[in-house]
C-alpha cells in the first residue's frame, strides 16, 4: 500500500504516512476495494545494501533515502545546472536530520530556520553566542578558551565564541529569513567564509580568520573613511583529522560554481557566501567611460569582487549595497578596471 500523496510505502494497517501525514483513506463496510496508487518510480526503494553519492557533499548514502543524513540535501532529485554554470543550493525538506558523531541536528522551518541539536555527551558544539536560541538546562555552555584573535567587532560589540557540550537538546538561529547552508568537512578539507555568516559547528572543526586585504577609501572634505566591502576579515574552518560539519546563515537562494583554474567571474562583494581557499579575489572597477576623468571622479561605476579559480564559490541573492562605492575614491587594494 502506498500514500496517495507522496507516494511513500504504508506498513498493513497504518493510519498515517509516516512520511507526509496524510491519512490513510479506510475502506468503507460492503464497499469495493480501494484501487491502491502504482507506487511512483523515483521513490521505490532500491535492493538492500544498494549505495549511492550525494551530489553535494559527495558522502556515500544508502540509496533508499531521501535526504543525505549528514548535509541534509535532497537525494531524489537531480541538480539543473544553468548554462552559466551556477547550480543552486540542493533543497532541505522542513525537519531534515543531519548526523554528526553520535550526535543529530534538526533543521526545523523554512523562513526563518532552526538548528536544533541533539547532543551526545562526547560531542561537543561551538557558535556565536548572539545565534543562541534555547537549550535544556542540563547543557553547559561555556567561554571558548581561544587566542585574542576571536574578539572582534560584531555591530559594534565583542563577537566571543561559546562552546556547548552534551548531553541535551540546544538549538540555533539567525533571527532573520534566510537559508541554513550545511557544509560536511572531510578530512583535510577547508573553506574560507565570509564574516557573520557563520552559526555553529562541530568541535573537531578548526577555527582561524584572515585580513581579506580588500578595501577602498573615500573623502568628503575633510573626513576619510576606509571601506571593506567582502568585510574586514574572513573565517576560515577547516577539518584536520576527523569529519566535521559546519552550518552556516545565508539570505536569498544560494547558488554554486566551480571555477576552472585561471576561470574568472564578478560579482557583488556582500553576495559572497563562501569559498575554497584556492579561489583567489580582488576589486574590480567598471564605468562608463564617458563619465571617466580619473580614479578619485568617478561619479558613475560599478564596484565588483573579482573572483578567480580554481575552486568553488557560493553566492546568495539578497545581498547589501557597498557603502561609499559611489563616493570620492581616493585609494583601494589591488584592483582591476574596465571602461565601457
Not at 41 to 70: I, M
Not at 221 to 230: A, I, M, N, Q, R
Not at 329 to 339: D, E, V
Request: proline share 7%.
Amino acid at each position: 500500500m502506498f500514500c496517495t500523496n507522496c507516494g511513500n510505502g504504508i506498513p498493513e494497517g497504518g493510519s498515517f504516512c509516516v512520511n507526509c501525514g496524510t491519512a490513510v483513506r479506510k475502506q468503507a463496510p460492503g464497499a469495493a476495494p480501494l484501487a491502491s496508487p502504482a507506487a511512483p518510480s523515483l521513490l521505490v526503494t532500491p535492493a538492500s545494501g544498494a549505495s549511492a553519492k550525494c551530489p553535494w557533499c559527495g558522502s556515500e548514502v544508502n540509496a533508499s533515502q531521501l535526504s543525505c543524513p549528514r548535509c541534509g540535501a535532497t537525494l531524489k532529485l537531480a541538480g539543473a545546472v544553468a548554462a552559466s554554470g551556477w547550480s543552486q543550493l540542493p533543497g532541505r525538506k522542513d525537519m531534515a536530520k543531519l548526523q554528526f558523531g553520535n550526535s543529530f541536528c534538526q533543521i526545523e522551518g523554512m523562513y526563518v530556520p532552526v538548528a536544533d541539536m541533539n547532543v551526545a555527551a562526547e560531542d561537543g558544539i561551538y557558535f556565536t553566542h548572539h545565534v543562541l536560541l534555547w537549550k535544556d538546562p542540563g547543557v553547559n555552555v561555556t567561554t571558548m578558551p581561544l587566542a585574542g584573535a576571536w574578539k572582534r567587532l560584531f555591530a559594534g560589540m565583542p563577537l566571543i565564541m561559546t562552546q556547548a557540550q552534551g548531553p541535551g537538546h540546544i538549538a540555533f538561529s539567525k533571527d532573520e529569513p534566510g537559508e541554513l547552508i550545511a557544509l560536511p568537512l572531510q578530512p583535510g578539507e577547508t573553506v574560507d567564509v565570509r564574516e557573520h555568516l557563520f552559526l555553529v559547528a562541530t568541535a573537531n572543526v578548526a577555527y582561524d580568520w584572515f585580513q581579506t586585504g580588500i578595501w577602498f577609501k573615500t573623502k568628503s572634505g575633510d573626513d576619510s573613511e576606509t571601506h571593506y566591502p567582502v568585510g574586514m576579515f574572513m573565517d576560515r574552518f577547516s577539518s584536520p583529522q576527523a569529519p566535521g560539519l559546519l552550518l552556516l546563515h545565508a539570505a536569498g537562494n544560494i547558488f554554486v560554481r566551480n571555477l576552472a583554474p585561471g576561470q574568472g567571474i564578478l560579482v557583488r562583494p556582500s553576495a559572497l557566501v563562501f569559498k575554497d581557499p584556492s579561489v583567489q579575489m580582488h576589486l574590480h572597477f567598471e564605468h562608463p567611460s564617458t563619465f571617466f576623468s580619473s580614479w578619485g571622479f568617478w561619479s558613475n561605476r560599478y564596484l565588483w569582487l573579482r573572483l578567480f579559480g580554481p575552486g568553488r564559490v557560493a553566492v546568495q541573492s539578497v545581498f547589501d549595497r557597498i557603502e561609499g562605492e559611489s563616493q570620492n575614491i581616493t585609494g583601494f587594494s589591488y584592483a582591476t578596471a574596465q571602461r565601457w
